[in-house]
């Protein structure tokens, strides 16, 4: 973790209802810097993932 992570969960402990706030502003506008947010093996999860959908998405396009 680092230090920016450690400050978001001291401030939750803090004050819970920022996490719920936090959680309905990223579900309106999400924020796709966070989906990478991690270390190696995440990224690369989250990358095949995404790619993965965007693939079926183009193939289903496609056998329309």
């Known amino acids: 973790m680092d230090e920016q992570d ?3 969960i001291e401030e939750y402990k803090k004050k819970p209802m920022i996490n ?3 959680s309905i502003n990223r579900s309106m ?3 796709l810097g966070e989906l ?7 990224r690369i999860i989250t ?3 995404i ?3 965007l693939l079926f998405l183009l193939w289903y396009k496609s056998n329309l």
């Not at 990478?36 to 995440?42: A, I, M, Y």
């Open 20 to 22: 719920f706030a936090d």
């Open 6 to 8: 450690k400050r978001k």
């Open 29 to 31: 506008i999400p924020d």
């Open 47 to 49: 990358t095949v993932i």
């Open 51 to 53: 790619i993965g959908i």
């Open 36 to 42: 990478t947010k991690g270390n190696r093996c995440t």
